[in-house]
């Protein structure tokens, strides 16, 4: 009787004449440039500012793991004239490297619009390394833009790391390159990657090392601050990235009180960036906060010339979700869409 019961149900629903895509990986990584990163990641920062009131972004949902954590980041804006609907899924596990895969895995997934049925869906692993990578390249082009040639800063040698300074290769000329880490063998094969290109990294002895670059960019998980004002005194900016989640810190107070904060969301920083600790703490408050990157980008705002910079970047799902259809429209122009179906 359950298996007749079944099948009466199962005319109810049928198969739909729609076709979903995904794009190979290899694919993606041809489509998704330096430039097209940029240009993407330049614009959605942009449309924070400009179409604040049409975008739809709430704030990351975390789910917790005892080795690390789950992102749901979806955004609904229009681009191109499109509204484009799309949602990234991130986990971030730190012992993912004892069985040979990243510490960060995700997927991204488009999602039609005017139907609602799944329209792409591709791995978001890539993406969200290089439009991060774009992102600090970004806050450089605007907030050191009187410099062409930059001593560059870097603590945290991991994956990050190497998008990070690709980008900014590809925007500066890098005078000279400091790099730290904790682990020696992450600082080694960071130092490999980087000769690689072209660049010649000195390893820091101390912190303090740091204090005569014109930018510091922190890719640690930090839930301590170790970055003392000392170690950055004459530092132009800061891209503070390594505190993406609630109680990550990297950075010393004192340095926010002395700088102009500059955050990627207000939102999102509030609860889990650079200056999430701080403000729980009563150590800065609110009102410190000069703006979001994207004022200063839409030239809403403009930044007092004469205070160090720090840029609090969270990773917001805007980049994800212009970037994201960014590849996808590359890929369906050069024919590289492949078809399943789900519906």
Not at 26 to 43: F, G, I, Q, Y
Not at 155 to 176: D, M, N, P
Not at 179 to 191: H, L, P, R, T
Request: overall charge neutral; hydrophobic content about 40%.
């Amino acid at each position: 009787m359950e298996s007749e019961n079944i099948k009466v149900l199962w005319r109810e629903f049928r198969s739909l004449k729609i076709s979903s895509y995904y794009i190979p990986f290899e694919k993606l990584r041809k489509v998704l440039t330096l430039d097209l990163a940029l240009r993407c990641v330049e614009d959605a920062y942009r449309y924070t500012a400009l179409a604040r009131s049409e975008l739809q972004m709430p704030s990351k949902e975390y789910f917790f793991y005892e080795d690390g954590d789950m992102r749901i980041m979806p955004a609904v804006a229009k681009i191109d004239g499109e509204i484009v609907t799309g949602m990234k899924i991130v986990s971030v596990h730190f012992n993912n490297p004892k069985s040979n895969l990243p510490t960060v895995i995700g997927f991204f997934v488009l999602v039609d619009s005017k139907t609602g049925s799944l329209l792409s869906v591709f791995d978001a692993t890539y993406l969200t390394s290089m439009r991060t990578g774009a992102s600090g390249a970004v806050s450089a082009k605007y907030f050191l833009k009187d410099k062409e040639r930059i001593k560059v800063g870097i603590i945290g040698c991991g994956v990050q790391a190497r998008t990070q300074i690709i980008f900014l290769s590809h925007l500066k000329k890098i005078e000279e390159l400091l790099i730290y880490d904790i682990s020696e063998k992450a600082m080694e094969g960071f130092s490999s990657f980087v000769k690689r290109i072209g660049l010649s990294p000195r390893i820091a002895k101390t912190l303090y090392d740091f204090s005569k670059c014109d930018i510091v960019i922190t890719l640690t998980p930090s839930r301590e601050p170790f970055v003392m004002p000392e170690h950055v005194e004459n530092v132009k900016l800061i891209n503070a990235m390594g505190a993406d989640a609630p109680g990550k810190q990297e950075l010393h107070p004192q340095i926010l009180r002395d700088s102009t904060i500059i955050v990627d969301n207000l939102t999102q920083s509030v609860h889990a960036g650079e200056i999430n600790v701080p403000l729980k703490n009563g150590e800065i408050t609110q009102d410190m906060i000069f703006g979001e990157i994207g004022e200063v980008i839409a030239g809403l705002k403009t930044p007092p010339d004469n205070r160090r910079i720090v840029f609090d970047s969270t990773g917001i799902a805007i980049l994800d979700l212009f970037v994201g259809f960014g590849v996808y429209k590359s890929a369906r122009e050069k024919g590289l869409l492949k078809s399943f179906k789900i519906h």
